[in-house]
């Protein structure tokens, strides 16, 4: 599924870029700061501690970036990670010997693990233009914020007492921490002003540890120090706003 959304993104975009390379190479690119806000959609592939918790994960990002007339940018965003894939069974005493969970109401629970988290971070890095007649070019990024993910429990019915009323924090695995976070793709700003995005490579790692005091599933206190890392690619498309000496003028 991951593979065939950033496939999907990857084809959109090439569609995208075509018509705007056959452009008049008279246009000429658009000159000092500019301001954008994103929105994007990506993936990734967990490494580290967290391979052992959960499978690959899709992410949908909100943020902004500044970037200077020397092409140097600053940035901020917010990721907000989710998938379907729990590796590490914290049901698992609840589980009878055929692998199912019994309800409260002795029936055969509708019950489901899934992976969420988010990143939130800032950071600073440059645009290295690829010729002159364009302001696109190879971005590099480095940015910190604090990571966290956890376990979400989705119970259809309901039926399942140990979840109930907040006993579910003794099961979620609750993790937070700093993370630093590299970035690096090819950011296009068109020489019409009107298309602009990124397709990046996002290598996050993440200092973290558990929250809560112990698990409930195990009853030992829970890890004090993780790596927590992920390797992704996502696609953003910005809303600009380009300075000019005189005036500012909005495209997108």
């Known amino acids: 599924m991951v593979k065939f959304i950033l496939s999907f993104f990857v084809l959109v975009f090439i569609g995208l870029v075509q018509p705007v390379m056959g452009q008049d190479d008279e246009l000429k690119p658009t000159e000092g700061p500019i301001i954008l806000g994103g929105i994007g959609l990506g993936g990734n592939l967990p490494m580290a501690d967290m391979k052992d918790r959960y499978g690959s994960n899709l992410n949908f990002s909100l943020g902004g970036e500044f970037i200077n007339q020397s092409n140097w940018l600053t940035n901020g965003e917010f990721i907000y990670m989710y998938g379907n894939h729990v590796k590490e069974d914290v049901l698992l005493p609840f589980r009878t010997s055929t692998g199912v969970i019994m309800g409260d109401d002795e029936q055969i629970a509708d019950i489901f693990m899934r992976e969420r988290g988010w ?65 690096i793709g090819y950011k296009h700003l068109s020489n019409d002003q009107r298309l602009n995005f990124d397709i990046a490579i996002d290598f996050i790692q993440g200092f973290t540890s558990e929250v809560r005091a112990y698990n409930f599933d195990t009853g030992l206190p829970t890890k004090s ?28």
Do not use: P
């Open 119 to 183: 990143y939130l971070g800032a950071g600073t890095g440059r645009l290295f233009r690829i010729t002159k007649k364009s302001r696109s070019g190879i971005k590099l990024l480095v940015s910190g914020g604090l990571l966290q993910h956890n376990i979400r429990f989705v119970d259809e019915r309901n039926a399942v007492g140990q979840l109930r009323i907040g006993r579910h924090k003794g099961y979620d695995r609750l993790t937070r921490g700093f993370a630093l976070k590299e970035t």
């Open 225 to 252: 120090s993780r790596l927590d890392m992920m390797i992704g690619v996502r696609a953003v498309l910005y809303l600009a706003f380009y300075r000019r000496s005189s005036e500012s003028v909005i495209y997108y």
